[in-house]
């Protein structure tokens, strides 16, 4: 009872830090404290697994231990999902089970990886207390029976964290064979309009604004005579029921939810450093492009994991694609995840096939290791599969696993994960500390700026239907990997002079600060591209009251005219150096100003002979507006390759799918597309791993 009174008053302080305001977003180091201190650069990737103890008889543990270690896995996963395992009644705690496992473990010479049980409340806390669940847009609570479907504003439901939580930091946060914490799973950040969360949601505001006339002019609330009289008033915005409501109303919705998971999360954090020993580091593994939630809001945290499943239904590139993977999945969570902290893994990469597409088919033969090469190649620390045993029951039946149903098998995924752990032990011994990348190579550093609010804001108002925000981001870093361009996804916080190149796709929320950093960027050298939808919007979602865009128009030396938008059909044509290209989805039309190039014009439509694309030297630098959407790309790339070429930087000609990337003194080039692909590496290069042509879902790595 001791130890329970003293929780109720932590929980007391930390619950005013779970409804206080997220600070400003942290700035990030290339290589930070966390990679030194948890990675030692010569350990290059560590492979691991997830094992679930509980779903399996005490008597086989010792085998898939050993079985683990056998296959070249270093470390493993374990408790995410535990928690009524853990606290099998309220109030009273079972880790005898969980003991043993985690001493199996450490006798087979694998680390573990402990797990905050959060995700999975247990059956006699919903029956006790169903005020735990979130309530959904349609009204209705979700119920015990699932996952992540927690109130993260309940007190109840924190109450029973911190003491779960607490309980396990206890247990093992100084036992030498924990080598880090994972908080949660998946945080997702899906919206609750419970009673705790609405009440959350109004001190979120009332910490924002102040008072509620400021709340009532940044929600321009006199539209539709939306105005409030009081904080109480406000309701969280729920665009499922109601048309037309405030898109200023939803985007501080979204905020509010962002920073409420991390809120959690970052408490977590707290929770476990009273207990842990500095050496176990404490993330989480965000799903890789997560639209709810923000992963830089979670500043607390040693650095941030991410999970992927490239192959889900998608059709991928050519005929062979949808067993290839998504091409551009791993190198986003490489370039953001790692650029956050300084340092990350994937903590969840699909072994095989899975479970909870539309359509599931099998991973073509070799593509798991190419994604594990495609990770490592990234700069991750280490790489994780979701799960060692494919499970016999539950909603994940079909999900494979390192071994199949027999428990002993390795799965064809499995055997790729083997290889990889193998080859990585062969690649520490090749390692050169003093290696470095080459200069042409440094020399053409780019970063994509990206901020999760855009994509809240856009996708809430995207004036037509054909507009796809991470797909519009995800054409520019294809386009800098097809030049073979060292690629971070980076936050506004952040020194941009460390990048030749800085692209800000769709930046349509920005301020005069903003702006002015761009300028300054540009005047001392860098070459910024801006694409459309950038300046529309203040950061309340509001409009300026000045002309289109009008903080960016000195910047880019044009003036916005307005925006066009054709439907699904539409034969939109645009020219440059006397090639056509196609569009219908968005066209800004520019008319740039005396001293201002203009790279592409418009060939049809009522503004024919106008401008889609400006290029204009300001300082040392230069800025390029890219105006229209083209169909396939093909525009943006050769804009962007005269970019780069004005800048003096020289660039490669990698075909779609193909990633080549440097790392530790290692080249690494992996093939998405269907069809064989020429690398050419250097004459006298030491090929490691693969052979020419690169053929798809293989990997060539060279030195």
């Not at 073509?364 to 190649?377: I, K």
């Not at 193998?422 to 690649?427: A, D, G, K, Q, V």
């Not at 991470?470 to 690629?487: D, T």
Request: proline share 7%.
């Amino acid at each position: 009872m001791k130890k329970l009174r003293h929780s109720s008053r932590l929980t007391l302080v930390l619950l005013f830090v779970l409804t206080s305001p997220v600070l400003a977003l942290p700035q990030s180091p290339a290589r930070s404290e966390a990679a030194a201190r948890f990675f030692p650069a010569k350990d290059l990737m560590r492979v691991g697994v997830y094992y679930y103890p509980e779903h399996w008889p005490e008597g086989e543990w010792d085998r898939d231990f050993a079985n683990i270690e056998r296959l070249g896995f270093e470390f493993v996963h374990m408790g995410e999902f535990a928690w009524a395992f853990m606290e099998p009644e309220e109030g009273r705690f079972d880790f005898a089970w969980l003991d043993r496992a985690v001493e199996l473990a450490a006798r087979h010479h694998l680390k573990v990886i402990l797990c905050t049980p959060t995700p999975t409340p247990p059956a006699w806390m919903a029956e006790k207390y169903p005020e735990i669940f979130l309530v959904g847009a349609d009204g209705r609570r979700r119920e015990h029976g699932s996952r992540g479907n927690n109130a993260l504003a309940d007190p109840a439901y924190l109450r029973f964290t911190e003491r779960v939580v607490m309980q396990l930091a206890s247990r093992y946060g100084k036992n030498p064979a924990v080598w880090g914490w994972q908080l949660d799973n998946e945080p997702g950040a899906p919206p609750d309009y419970g009673p705790s969360a609405q009440a959350a949601f109004r001190d979120w505001l009332r910490a924002r604004y102040q008072t509620i006339d400021v709340l009532n002019r940044e929600w321009g609330a006199a539209f539709w005579s939306l105005k409030y009289d009081d904080f109480d008033q406000v309701r969280a915005p729920n665009p499922t029921l109601l048309y037309g409501v405030s898109p200023h109303a939803v985007l501080d919705f979204r905020r509010f939810t962002a920073d409420q998971t991390a809120k959690f999360l970052n408490w977590q954090a707290a929770l476990l450093r009273r207990y842990t020993v500095p050496a176990q580091f404490i993330t989480t593994n965000y799903i890789s492009t997560t639209g709810s939630s923000d992963p830089r809001r979670s500043g607390d945290l040693d650095f941030i994991s991410y999970t992927m499943y490239p192959v889900g239904g998608g059709r991928g590139l050519g005929e062979d694609g949808f067993r290839l993977g998504w091409p551009d999945g791993i190198a986003f969570a490489n370039a953001f995840y790692k650029n956050i902290k300084g340092a990350t893994g994937v903590m969840e990469l699909q072994p095989g096939q899975v479970n909870w597409a539309y359509i599931n088919p099998q991973p073509m033969p070799g593509v798991v290791r190419m994604w594990l090469w495609h990770a490592f190649a990234g700069g991750l620390s280490f790489a994780c599969n979701y799960r060692y045993r494919q499970p016999l029951y539950g909603s994940e039946l079909y999900h494979y696993g390192i071994v199949r149903t027999d428990g002993v098998t390795p799965s064809p995924g499995g055997l790729e994960y083997s290889q990889v752990a193998r080859e990585m032990r062969e690649l520490r011994a090749k390692y050169d500390p003093n290696a470095r990348p080459p200069a042409n190579y440094l020399a053409r550093r780019t970063a994509i700026l990206w901020n999760q609010e855009n994509l809240w804001n856009i996708d809430y108002q995207k004036q037509t239907g054909l507009w796809d925000t991470w797909g519009h981001m995800f054409r520019y870093l294809e386009i800098a990997k097809s030049f073979g361009a060292p690629l971070d996804i980076i936050s506004e916080g952040q020194d941009f002079s460390s990048y030749p190149v800085l692209v800000a796709p769709a930046y349509q929320l920005v301020d005069e600060e903003l702006v002015r950093k761009w300028t300054s960027y540009v005047e001392q050298g860098g070459h910024l591209v801006l694409t459309c939808r950038t300046g529309q919007k203040r950061r309340n979602g509001q409009l300026w009251e000045a002309a289109w865009a009008a903080p960016i128009r000195p910047l880019i030396g044009a003036e916005v005219s307005f925006f066009d938008l054709l439907l699904e059909d539409g034969r939109g044509e645009v020219t440059m150096n006397g090639t056509a290209y196609q569009w219908n989805v968005w066209a800004d039309v520019l008319k740039p100003n005396e001293g201002t190039e203009s790279l592409a014009k418009y060939a049809n439509q009522f503004y024919a002979g106008q401008t889609a694309v400006t290029y204009r030297r300001l300082g040392k630098g230069s800025v390029t507006y890219v105006g229209v959407q083209t169909k396939d790309g093909r525009l943006e790339k050769d804009v962007l390759r005269e970019v780069y070429k004005r800048a003096g930087l020289t660039t490669e000609d990698y075909s779609q799918g193909v990633y080549v990337d440097w790392r530790d003194g290692f080249w690494v080039a992996v093939n998405y597309s269907s069809k064989p692909a020429e690398i050419n590496p250097p004459k006298g290069a030491e090929i490691l791993y693969g052979s020419q042509p690169l053929k798809p879902a293989d990997v060539l790595v060279w030195r």
